[in-house]
C-alpha cells in the first residue's frame, strides 16, 4: 500500500535564504544496475552506500521473489546471495512497477537459459518500449515470444552467443543490460552506439573486479569477452558511486535560493554540463573534488542572471533528468530560454503546473518550450508526477511566494532519500503529513 501523504512547503519569497551543507546519497541508477547483476554471480555480493529510497526497495522485493537470499542489514547495507534463484519468471506486479526492472532480464537470461517479464509499462514521461532490448537478444541467438503482455526468451541451448550490436538510439539500460549479459556470452561481444554515463563504467568495474572482462565502458564501443564460469565476488564489496541527479537538483535549489550551500560527498566532474550553464547565467561557484559550494549568492540578484539554451541530451551533455529543475531555474533568469528535451516525449508536461505557479513558459511543441523571466512564482497546490519532476515542484514550492502542498510523494520517495529531513538541516520549511 502506497501511504497517501503531502508535502507541505512555506515558500522563501526572496526574503530567506538556505544554507548548510547538504550531503549526497549513493546514486539511484547506479545501484539499480549492480543489484540487477547478482545473477551473473556464483557467490553473495554486498551493496554499501545504497540510497534509503523506493526503488531499490523495489528492485530488493524483485530479486528476492526470483528466490535469491537478499539480506539487509542495515539502511545502507544489503548482501544478495543469488544461489537460491528458483524461477525464470519475473514478478509482474513488482516489474511493472518499476521501469529499471527491464535491467535484469540479461543476467537472468544468462543465468537461466530463459528469462520471462511482463512488459515494463510506459510511465509519464514516454512510453518507454523495449525493442533495443529484444533486438539484442535475438542477436545472442534467443528466440523471443510474446504472449499477450507477457515475453518468454530462451538462449539457446549452449548459451548466449557473442554478438556485434548497434544500439539504433543510445539508451543507459540496454547498454547496462546487454553488458552484463554479454559477460556470461559465448565469445566477444561489441557494444556500438553505446551510452556513456558514469553509471555504465561504474558497473563495469564491479563486474572487471569480479572476473569480467570489459573494455571500453564510458566510450561509445563497449567490447566485452565472455565467459562460461559465473562471475565471483569473493568477499569484495560493492559501493555506490554518488548521485549525480541529486547533486544537480540540490546545485538548482541552492543557485536559485541558497545563500551559503556546501553539496558534499559528490563527484562535481559528473555535473560538468551543469555547472559550466550556471556559470554561464551568473551563478558562482565553487568545485573541490567531492564538494560543491555556492557562497555570497545573495549578492547575486536574480534579474541579473542570464538566459540560457538548454537541449537535453546523452552523457555528458545535458542530463534529462535534470530538464525540469533547470526549467525552474530559468523562471527566474532575466530574459527568454528555451528548453529542448529531445530524450523523452512526455517530459515537458509538469510546465502547466508551473504555469499555473505564475510561470510564463510557452509550449512550442511536446519537446520545445519558451521560459520568460524572472517571474514571481505563487505557492499551489501540486501532484507530483514523476520523481524529477516532483523534486522541479520541490524547488518551484522553496522559492515561491506562499504556502505549497505537493501530493504523491511516494514519486519523490523513488528517487531520493528522505527529502524533507535533509532539505529542513539546510532551513526550508518543509513537513510531511499524512492526508
Ligand atoms: N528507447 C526505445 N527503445 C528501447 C529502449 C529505449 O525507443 O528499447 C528510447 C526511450 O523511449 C527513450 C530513449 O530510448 O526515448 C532513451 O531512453 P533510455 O533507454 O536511455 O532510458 P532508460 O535506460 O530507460 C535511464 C535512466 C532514466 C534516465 C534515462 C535517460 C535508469 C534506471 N534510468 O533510463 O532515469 O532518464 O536513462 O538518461 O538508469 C530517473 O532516474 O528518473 C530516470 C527516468
Redesign the pocket.
Known amino acids: 500500500m502506497i501511504p497517501r501523504e503531502q508535502f507541505h512547503i512555506s515558500g522563501l519569497a526572496g526574503e530567506k535564504a538556505l544554507s548548510g551543507t547538504i550531503p549526497i546519497r549513493g546514486a ?2 547506479a545501484v ?2 549492480a543489484m540487477a547483476a547478482a545473477p551473473l554471480f556464483a557467490d553473495a555480493l554486498t551493496y554499501t552506500n545504497l540510497p534509503d529510497i523506493e526503488d531499490v526497495g523495489r528492485m530488493s522485493e524483485l530479486i528476492e521473489a526470483s528466490g535469491a537470499h537478499v539480506d539487509r542489514q542495515s539502511i545502507r547495507r544489503t548482501t544478495i546471495d543469488p544461489r537460491y534463484i528458483n524461477t525464470h519468471a519475473l514478478s509482474d506486479d513488482l516489474s511493472k512497477r518499476l ?2 526492472s ?2 535484469l532480464t540479461g543476467p537472468m537470461l544468462a543465468r537461466c537459459g530463459r528469462v520471462s517479464f511482463a512488459h515494463p509499462g510506459g510511465c509519464v ?10 533486438d539484442g537478444f535475438r542477436k545472442m541467438g534467443a528466440r523471443v515470444r510474446r504472449r499477450g503482455e507477457r515475453y518468454d526468451i530462451h538462449a539457446p541451448d549452449d548459451g548466449l552467443y557473442a554478438a556485434d550490436i548497434f544500439f539504433k ?6 547498454t ?1 543490460t546487454f553488458m552484463m549479459a554479454a559477460t556470461r556470452a559465448r565469445g566477444t561481444t561489441v557494444l556500438r552506439n553505446a ?1 556513456m ?1 558514469p ?1 555504465i563504467e561504474d558497473l563495469a568495474n564491479l563486474l572487471n573486479t569480479c572476473g569480467a572482462r570489459i573494455e571500453g565502458a564510458g566510450t561509445p564501443t563497449i567490447t566485452i569477452h565472455g565467459r562460461k564460469q559465473p562471475l565471483r565476488a569473493r568477499g569484495h564489496t560493492y559501493r555506490a558511486m554518488p548521485d549525480r ?1 541529486e547533486a544537480g537538483s540540490f546545485l538548482i535549489l541552492a543557485a536559485l535560493a541558497g545563500d551559503d550551500i556546501r553539496i558534499t560527498h559528490c563527484n562535481p566532474k559528473h555535473v560538468d554540463i551543469l555547472i559550466e550553464l550556471l556559470r554561464e547565467s551568473g551563478v558562482p561557484i565553487e568545485t573541490e573534488r567531492s564538494a560543491i559550494t555556492i557562497s555570497g549568492n545573495r549578492r547575486v540578484r536574480t534579474d541579473t542572471l542570464t538566459p540560457l539554451s538548454i537541449r537535453t541530451h ?2 555528458p551533455g545535458f ?3 535534470l530538464q525540469a529543475p533547470m526549467t525552474v531555474f530559468l523562471t527566474q533568469v532575466n530574459g527568454e530560454s528555451v528548453v529542448f528535451e529531445t ?3 512526455n517530459r515537458l508536461n509538469y510546465t502547466q503546473d508551473l504555469i499555473t505557479m505564475g510561470a510564463d513558459i510557452t509550449m512550442w511543441d511536446p519537446h520545445r518550450i519558451m521560459i520568460r523571466g524572472p517571474q514571481t512564482l505563487r505557492g499551489h497546490e501540486l501532484d507530483g508526477p ?3 519532476a516532483g523534486l522541479a515542484f520541490i524547488i518551484a514550492a522553496a522559492i515561491a511566494k506562499g504556502e505549497s502542498l505537493i501530493n504523491n510523494t511516494y514519486y519523490i520517495d523513488r ?1 531520493y532519500e528522505r527529502i524533507e529531513t535533509r532539505l529542513q538541516d539546510i532551513g526550508l520549511d518543509i513537513t510531511r503529513v499524512a492526508v
Open positions: 539511484k541508477n539499480l544496475p521501469r529499471a527491464i535491467i514521461i514516454g512510453a518507454r518500449p523495449i525493442d533495443i532490448f529484444l538510439l543510445v539508451s543507459v539500460t540496454a547496462e551510452a554515463e553509471e541527479i546523452e552523457y542530463p534529462t533528468d530524450i523523452f516525449e514523476d520523481i524529477r528517487g
